[in-house]
């Protein structure tokens, strides 16, 4: 059973096409902090448009949020949410081996453990909701992809059904989106670069028509990627990244 931090609503659902679909269809009358949660999906989708695979025995949840906010700050509840997620990791005895991936991957020794799609409807430039979508690999993962990936069984981390790894999840969401909330994202930036994945490397970011090739420097202040290059500084607000040499 899953136990609901203060504040939040839950929908669950044993299939559902895309639990991201479900809260867009509510985004106008839900209140903040409706949590959908799905055993099974039929049309899980990544980022820019992938499939997400949902498998039976992981989680697949998104968070409707309300934060009153403009649209471009909006976009900081990736980073609030991987913290989250890398919580969940240390908590389950991942220790140092999680880590943080621009823009929004959530890895544990280097392999992708976790998905999280962010979505927003907006009036304008005001937000009127933000949709997290999340999916955590609990017992499987998909093969032939074109990354590393794993999930919670193959990592050797604590055996977590879906319904406790959503409660520590929402937990530990609630904490970092009361942070967001009251600190604003320096802080989060802060925790994020702590937690990055190969910070100071090497890094390849593929572009629309382009690749960047530089040194992974830092995020700024808006959470964009800062690639430092032989021509200067390039700040990247939407890319694939790759680290030359890794697997």
Same mark, same amino acid.
């Given at each position: 059973?899953?136990?609901?931090?203060? %504040?939040?609503?839950?929908?669950? &659902?044993?299939?559902?096409?895309?639990?991201?679909?479900?809260?867009?269809?509510? #985004?106008?009358? #839900?209140?903040?902090?409706?949590?959908? !949660?799905?055993?099974?999906?039929?049309? %899980?989708?990544?980022?820019?448009?992938?499939?997400?695979?949902? /498998?039976? %025995?992981?989680? +697949?949840?998104?968070?409707?949020?309300?934060?009153?906010?403009?649209?471009?700050?909006?976009?900081?509840?990736?980073? @609030?949410?991987?913290?989250?997620?890398?919580? @969940?990791?240390?908590?389950?005895?991942?220790?140092?081996?999680?880590?943080?991936? !621009?823009?929004?991957? @959530?890895?544990?020794? %280097?392999?992708?453990?976790? $998905?999280?799609?962010? /979505? =927003?409807?907006?009036? $304008?430039?005001?937000?009127?909701?933000?949709?997290?979508?999340?999916?955590?690999?609990?017992?499987?993962?998909?093969?032939?992809?074109?990354?590393?990936?794993?999930?919670?069984?193959?990592? $050797?981390?604590?055996?977590?059904?879906?319904?406790?790894?959503?409660? !520590?999840?929402?937990?530990?969401?609630?904490?970092?989106? =009361?942070?967001?909330?009251?600190?604003? &994202?320096?802080?989060?930036?802060?925790? !994020?670069?702590? *937690?990055?994945? *190969?910070?100071?490397?090497?890094?390849?970011?593929?572009?629309?028509?382009?690749?960047?090739?530089? *040194?992974? #420097?830092?995020?700024? /202040?808006?959470?964009?990627?800062? @690639?430092?290059?032989?021509?200067?500084?390039?700040?990247?607000?939407?890319?694939?990244?790759? +680290?030359?040499?890794?697997?």
């Amino acid at each position: 059973m899953v136990h609901l931090p203060d %504040g939040y609503s839950i929908a669950i &659902f044993d299939s559902i096409d895309s639990t991201n679909e479900e809260a867009r269809r509510h #985004a106008a009358t #839900a209140r903040d902090r409706t949590v959908y !949660w799905a055993k099974r999906q039929t049309a %899980g989708r990544g980022r820019r448009g992938r499939s997400w695979m949902s /498998e039976p %025995g992981n989680l +697949f949840v998104s968070l409707l949020l309300k934060p009153d906010c403009p649209l471009v700050q909006a976009a900081q509840l990736s980073f @609030v949410s991987a913290l989250a997620i890398s919580d @969940v990791l240390m908590k389950a005895g991942a220790g140092d081996r999680a880590a943080l991936k !621009w823009p929004n991957d @959530v890895l544990v020794d %280097g392999a992708k453990i976790c $998905g999280i799609l962010l /979505e =927003a409807t907006s009036t $304008g430039a005001q937000v009127e909701a933000v949709i997290v979508g999340i999916g955590l690999n609990l017992v499987s993962h998909p093969d032939g992809t074109p990354y590393p990936a794993t999930d919670f069984h193959h990592a $050797g981390l604590e055996n977590l059904n879906a319904d406790l790894a959503l409660t !520590w999840l929402l937990d530990a969401f609630e904490l970092r989106y =009361a942070a967001w909330r009251d600190q604003g &994202f320096p802080a989060v930036r802060a925790d !994020w670069l702590i *937690r990055a994945w *190969r910070l100071g490397q090497d890094i390849q970011v593929q572009l629309d028509g382009e690749t960047v090739t530089g *040194r992974f #420097a830092e995020l700024d /202040e808006s959470g964009a990627l800062v @690639v430092e290059t032989p021509a200067g500084a390039r700040h990247i607000t939407a890319g694939d990244v790759y +680290f030359p040499g890794a697997a």
